[in-house]
T-cell receptor
C-alpha cells in the first residue's frame, strides 16, 4: 500500500523566513501527491498537487512544492512565511490499489511574529 | 467548504447512546468519505461510499455504520457511543477516484462522549 510520512510533528519558523514542511512517500508506480492545509476549527483545504510534468508545483497562498523522485520526497515550501500560515499541513498520496487518498499524520506549523 | 456541510458542528453525548452525524453535498459527487481526526493519528478513514447504497469499510470502522440513500447525503452512526469515539469527524467528497482528483472536505463535527 502507498503511504506518506511527515517526519516532524511541529515546525517553528520566524515570520519572513522560508518555510519548509517535509513529506516523503512510498508508492508502487507513479506517485500522485497532494498537500492540504487545515486552519483552526476548519476542514482541510486543497493547496496543490503533483500529477506529472514540472517538478516544482505552484499552489494557493504562495505555496509551492518540489517533487524529487530520487529522494521520494514532496516537500512543501514558502519563501517568506506569514503569521497567518500557522496551521496544520497534511501530505497525501493516491493509493494505486484502492484509489483513495492516504494521508500523513500532519505537521503543525507555527510562524512566530 | 462550499458545497459540503456537516451537522451538527458540535455535539456532546453520553456513553452508550446512539449518535448520527450528517454530511450533505450539493456537488452531485459520487464518492463520499468519513474520517476521524485524532492527535498523533492524523486522518483515519472510517467508511466510504461510491454511490447510492454502495458503501464499504475503512481502516477504523468498528463501532460505526453508514448509510447513503441519496447522492447528496451520507450519514455516519455510532451505534453505542464510547469515550474512545470522542474525536473530530470530517466528511469528504470527490468527483472521481481517478488519480489526479483530490477531495473536498467539510468543516467537521466535534463529538465529545462523556
Amino acid at each position: 500500500a502507498q503511504s506518506v510520512a511527515q517526519p516532524e510533528d511541529q515546525v517553528n519558523v520566524a515570520e519572513g523566513n522560508p518555510l519548509t514542511v517535509k513529506c516523503t512517500y512510498s508508492v508502487s508506480g507513479n506517485p500522485y501527491l497532494f498537500w492540504y492545509v487545515q486552519y483552526p476549527n476548519r476542514g482541510l483545504q486543497f493547496l496543490l498537487k503533483y500529477i506529472t510534468g514540472d517538478n516544482l508545483v505552484k499552489g494557493s497562498y504562495g505555496f509551492e512544492a518540489e517533487f524529487n523522485k530520487s529522494q521520494t520526497s514532496f516537500h512543501l515550501k514558502k519563501p517568506s512565511a506569514l503569521v497567518s500560515d500557522s496551521a496544520l499541513y497534511f501530505c497525501a498520496v493516491r493509493d494505486s490499489g484502492n484509489n483513495r487518498l492516504a494521508f500523513g499524520k500532519g505537521n503543525q506549523v507555527v510562524v512566530i511574529p | 467548504d462550499a458545497g459540503i456541510t456537516q451537522s451538527p458542528r458540535h455535539k456532546v453525548t453520553e456513553t452508550g447512546t446512539p449518535v448520527t452525524l450528517r454530511c450533505h453535498q450539493t456537488e452531485n459527487h459520487r464518492y463520499m468519505y468519513w474520517y476521524r481526526q485524532d492527535p498523533g493519528h492524523g486522518l483515519r478513514l472510517i467508511h466510504y461510499s461510491y454511490g447510492v447504497k454502495d458503501t464499504d469499510k475503512g481502516e477504523v470502522s468498528d463501532g460505526y455504520s453508514v448509510s447513503r440513500s441519496k447522492t447528496e447525503d451520507f450519514l455516519l452512526t455510532l451505534e453505542s457511543a464510547t469515550s474512545s469515539q470522542t474525536s473530530v469527524y470530517f466528511c469528504a467528497i470527490s468527483e472521481s477516484e481517478s488519480r489526479n482528483y483530490g477531495y473536498t472536505f467539510g468543516s467537521g463535527t466535534r463529538l465529545t462522549v462523556v
